[in-house]
């Protein structure tokens, strides 16, 4: 059975930075999407970034590029979002994702995404 466990979220201020984590567990991934989604209250759920885990290649939305940073270690078979430069409209609940493909035209799309895990809070006071 594939587990997702997000941590590391947390109240912090405009400004501040956050390092999200999604421990991976039931299945070793090769060639897979690995992605971080958020859902903000009466929002739909969005693409924040992606990694393909074997290359590293990453996809990142544009609010938050340059200052996001997904990383993976496939050691700990853990991936991690670092969020710096936070600001309020990060405000969201943060989900893992893992996905069975490897394309990259598939990374921002949800409904690829087959795994999740069950979210973080992560909120940012202006």
Do not use: H
Not at 37 to 49: L, S, Y
Request: contains cysteine; glycine residues 10%; positive net charge.
């Amino acid at each position: 059975q594939v587990q997702l466990v997000e941590s590391g979220g947390g109240l912090v201020q405009a400004g501040d930075s956050l390092k999200l984590s999604c421990a991976v567990s039931g299945r070793t991934f090769s060639r897979n999407n690995m992605g971080w989604f958020r859902q903000a209250p009466g929002k739909e759920r969005e693409f924040v970034a992606a990694i393909e885990w074997s290359g590293g290649n990453t996809d990142y939305a544009d609010s938050v590029k340059g200052r996001f940073t997904i990383s993976r270690d496939n050691t700990k078979n853990t991936v991690y979002l670092q969020m710096n430069s936070l600001k309020p409209e990060d405000t969201a609940v943060y989900y893992c994702a893992a996905s069975k493909y490897y394309s990259a035209a598939l990374r921002r799309y949800r409904s690829t995404y087959e795994y999740w895990g069950q979210g973080t809070q992560v909120t940012v006071s202006s």
